[in-house]
């Protein structure tokens, strides 16, 4: 098994035996966010040292734990002390609490850090939504064998930061009377802050704000397929722009200083997310019945791990496309299946076409509902990964009378009649919505 997942599934282990809280929202505090904890509703913390072989912060001012709690009704894990590549970990181990995160059922993460102003504009204080980053100087997190279970070899990172909870910090910002500013962030290996002419460097490429984090943290969460989200503080103006010494105090200083408005605005961002989340994808979705079809049992679905959804309504019936995974791999078909049912989740009786046989026997032979076993885990290791993902089916199926139907994929010739009808425009146009006469 690969050394990095192997690693993961067994602090996975770990954490498991002591909660199995499964968060919807994952989140790292960086700087003058410490006691953002205070505001949880916590249910479990599971310290790094109790975790074998993982990572622990030796940066003044972080802490190391995890937070497993509610802010609201939203389910989080919140990261209280990140680690970085100049404490001399590898950049896997770097990563690590992030992918764990997302194993134990995050499916959005929220990134915050204290930054270097780059841009003149900026000012200490100044808060910061990043749009786009650029790592090129740090060490990718996915360079060495890869971990299929996690993502693709060659994932795509045209949109990192996901526009929809971007625009989420900004209304919520704007809601509170709270300044942000947008910007692209540049990470750099640190320790030691750079020189003027790597910031004059850093501008010319278009970099807004300069630190030692996030970028890698947020690559590796969309290789995992999780929306990620991230604010900087600009604790202060970067080296050149400003007559004093750089030092670590004075970024601790001006994170304190804005601490209370910073935590307002991530706490109210989280909050909204079940919300904003159920507004979004439920808006003018009516009809009898739902039909869901996941990746092959849809014949030109938008991808490989994609999924359709058919609204029932008399004799039409209304096609919504939702995009796709983009892998053909088992956690995307449950990511496909998870999302489709959340999307339509007013409606109670959802017949679900899969040609994933992991998919559909883990929800109709047990697989999903006795991953808890340890005999069981031990007899078949294989049935038990994703077992985030099967708790998140089984929560959904609660609220749901679901039948699952398995049909041959791309290669069994076998596609549903409706399928057939609705899938050539969902292909090209994984957004549109249209009606079709039955």
Not at 58 to 71: A, D, K, P, Q, S
Not at 165 to 171: N, S
Not at 221 to 241: D, F, K, T, Y
Not at 321 to 346: C, Q, Y
Request: glycine share 8%; proline share 3%; hydrophobic share 40%.
């Amino acid at each position: 098994m690969n050394e990095v997942y192997s690693k993961l599934l067994k602090c996975f282990d770990q954490i498991r035996k002591k909660t199995d809280f499964v968060p919807s929202v994952a989140l790292v505090l960086g700087s003058g966010l410490g006691s953002f904890g205070e505001l949880i509703d916590v249910k479990c913390t599971v310290d790094y040292s109790e975790l074998d072989n993982f990572p622990v912060s030796t940066v003044t001012g972080h802490n190391g734990r995890f937070l497993f709690g509610y802010i609201k009704n939203t389910p989080v894990v919140c990261m209280q002390g990140r680690v970085h590549y100049y404490e001399g970990y590898k950049m896997t181990d770097v990563v690590l609490p992030i992918r764990l995160m997302g194993m134990l059922g995050a499916k959005k993460i929220i990134l915050t850090n204290a930054a270097g102003g780059i841009n003149k504009t900026f000012k200490p204080g100044t808060l910061m939504a990043i749009t786009d980053h650029i790592s090129s100087f740090v060490p990718s997190a996915l360079i060495g064998q890869n971990v299929d279970e996690l993502g693709v070899r060659f994932p795509d990172m045209t949109n990192v930061y996901s526009k929809k909870l971007t625009a989420l910090l900004k209304r919520t910002a704007e809601k509170l009377d709270i300044p942000l500013r947008e910007g692209v962030y540049i990470q750099f290996t640190g320790p030691a802050y750079e020189t003027p002419a790597e910031i004059n460097m850093a501008r010319i490429l278009g970099a807004d704000a300069v630190g030692m984090s996030t970028a890698v943290e947020a690559m590796a969460a969309r290789h995992m397929g999780i929306e990620v989200c991230a604010v900087s503080c600009i604790s202060n103006m970067a080296a050149g722009l400003n007559k004093k010494p750089l030092t670590h105090e004075e970024v601790k200083e001006t994170a304190d200083m804005v601490a209370e408005q910073f935590q307002k605005l991530i706490y109210n961002v989280i909050a909204d997310i079940e919300t904003e989340e159920k507004t979004d994808s439920q808006t003018e979705i009516t009809g009898d019945r739902v039909e869901i079809y996941t990746d092959g049992a849809c014949k030109g679905n938008p991808g490989p791990g994609g999924y359709g959804i058919v609204i029932v309504s008399g004799d039409k019936e209304t096609k919504i496309s939702k995009g796709f995974f983009n892998t053909t791999n088992n956690r995307m078909e449950l990511l496909a299946a998870i999302t489709a049912l959340e999307t339509v989740g007013a409606f109670k009786n959802i017949t679900l076409y899969s040609d994933s046989k992991y998919l559909i026997d883990g929800m109709t032979k047990g697989w999903a509902k006795n991953w808890k076993s340890n005999n069981w885990i031990k007899a078949d290791r294989k049935k038990a990964l994703n077992t985030d993902l099967w708790d998140r089916m089984l929560y959904l199926e609660q609220k749901h009378t679901i039948e699952y139907v398995w049909v041959k994929g791309h290669n069994g010739h076998e596609y549903n009649e409706i399928c057939d009808r609705l899938a050539v425009e969902a292909a090209e146009n994984p957004t549109a919505e249209d009606v079709v006469e039955g």
